[in-house]
């Protein structure tokens, strides 16, 4: 599965084999229970999306919410796509030496965290990087990228 055409959450976790929608399950499950509040779960780019809804911050220059994370099931690994260690170096270094310290190996590009099975993961990690940033942080470091 790469892009879904699923409209909520709950079709997306339906479309998915049971082996993979329990990975799914159980990341997301770590994402809601660390997610500042502000952010908003969706559907979005064909997968599970956290963004600031753009009643609350407008001004992006495509004119979609402002995304925070995503979480998608791909053809051959998952993805979690961190906008908040993509736009801090010490949140990224943070996070390599997290990995390093619970035994895992990071695969990630600028902001795509790759993982093939849930044991690849150090989820109390994730929860932590996930609950590092506020919205309000989010907008700042936003604002602060669209100036250069």
């Known amino acids: 599965m790469v892009a879904s055409k699923a409209q909520t959450v709950e079709e997306y976790l339906q479309e998915l084999p049971e ?3 329990q ?3 159980a990341v997301r499950e770590v994402i809601l229970k660390n997610l500042p509040p502000g952010y908003r ?3 979005r ?6 963004e600031i809804p753009l009643e609350v911050y407008p001004n992006t220059y495509n004119k979609q919410p402002l995304s925070y994370l995503g979480l ?8 979690l796509y961190l906008m908040n ?5 010490e949140l990224a270094r943070w996070l390599k030496d997290a990995f ?5 190996k990071l695969d ?24 590092q940033t506020p919205p309000e942080a989010l907008i700042a470091a936003y604002e602060a990228s669209r100036k250069k």
């Open 85 to 89: 260690v993509y736009s801090n170096p």
């Open 108 to 131: 990630m590009g600028k902001s795509c965290l790759r993982f093939k099975r849930l044991d690849d993961l150090p989820l109390a990690v994730i929860g932590q990087i996930i609950a």
């Open 100 to 104: 390093a310290s619970a035994g895992k």
């Open 45 to 50: 780019w064909g997968m599970i999306s956290y």
């Open 72 to 79: 998608a099931a791909q053809k051959r690994h998952y993805a």
């Open 19 to 21: 082996d993979r929608r």
């Open 23 to 25: 990975v799914v399950a």
């Open 41 to 43: 779960e969706t559907m």
